[in-house]
């Protein structure tokens, strides 16, 4: 004969003498002192860590006061924890001889992650173009994969039937068009994007050298070199003409990079060491110019009376 007792499940001792609010408590976000070696960079975390001066001085208010605003971290599966947010942040508490840095822990997907490692770096004062084209680029990667998923609720995609170009860029307080601008620089080799980054080489002309083949941008470097120049916007663009026609060669690569561009033509240049020679050696280049620019302008009075005779 079959029991008709019903199995009943024991609440543990702790779920006995806890309270409501403790059991809420534990599933708020804490802020851990996670030491700096548990702690490993984002994959492909497009923002360059360097040791600058506004990094060292990053690292003596660390030394002095501490990290004051927590690192956000993920579990990682290969152990320790996966910096989201915070890596200058890690890398200053390093320099500054930290041992831990405060992290909140927070379970998320590849896509949440990227949206918020983004995010929280675009606040940033200056960003290399390099760096906000790869955020742009992996932050409308994760908006669209977000928007493919049915199991994912988020108030980034779909509340206004936006488009995920229109909310990378209402978010970051560009163009639609200055976002997509800026993600095709990342289809520049990394010698020519170095550039655009050391200011080298100008925003437009580098949007129009990225639809050159990468074997294009590879040769353009050798017709840079040998001519000692760099595309200006209206040599980028035939550059792109003829790459789009199958005509660029490296030939007529460098007869275009050693034209003289209007810029040259209309531009005169002295050395200090010519200049030197017509003034006392305690001028300065301040003093030689004003003084330069003052018979100049006697000169042009002298011209004018002249003429009016």
Do not use: C
């Amino acid at each position: 004969m079959k029991s008709s007792a019903k199995k009943v499940e024991l609440a543990s001792v702790d779920d006995l003498f806890s309270t409501e609010e403790s059991r809420a408590d534990a599933h708020r976000e804490k802020v851990l002192e996670i030491p700096l070696s548990e702690l490993h960079p984002f994959k492909d975390h497009p923002f360059k860590v360097k040791d600058d001066e506004a990094m060292m001085e990053t690292a003596d208010s660390i030394r002095q006061y501490g990290v004051l605003v927590p690192a956000i971290a993920r579990p990682d599966p290969n152990g320790g924890y996966e910096l989201v947010a915070g890596h200058r942040r890690h890398r200053a508490s390093e320099l500054a001889g930290k041992d831990t840095m405060p992290v909140i822990v927070r379970d998320l997907d590849d896509d949440q992650a990227t949206i918020i490692m983004v995010d929280s770096n675009l606040q940033r004062e200056s960003l290399l173009p390099s760096e906000r084209a790869f955020a742009y680029k992996m932050k409308l990667e994760a908006i669209k994969h977000q928007g493919e998923r049915s199991d994912l609720t988020s108030r980034q995609v779909g509340e206004k039937s936006q488009t995920s170009i229109s909310l990378v860029a209402d978010q970051a307080g560009e163009s639609q068009r200055q976002v997509q601008r800026y993600i095709r620089l990342t289809e520049l080799i990394p010698e020519l994007l170095d550039m655009v980054d050391e200011k080298r080489i100008a925003f437009n002309p580098a949007y129009e050298l990225s639809f050159l083949k990468k074997e294009e941008q590879v040769d353009l470097l050798d017709a840079m070199d040998s001519e000692q120049a760099t595309p200006s916007l209206s040599q980028a663009k035939r550059l792109k003409k003829y790459s789009q026609e199958g005509h660029l060669t490296l030939d007529m690569m460098r007869v275009i990079m050693g034209e003289e561009k209007k810029s040259d033509l209309d531009k005169i240049t002295f050395t200090s060491d010519t200049l030197r020679k017509y003034f006392p050696r305690s001028y300065t280049p301040q003093r030689m110019q004003e003084t330069i620019i003052k018979l100049l302008e006697q000169w042009q009075r002298k011209r004018q009376q002249q003429h009016d005779r």
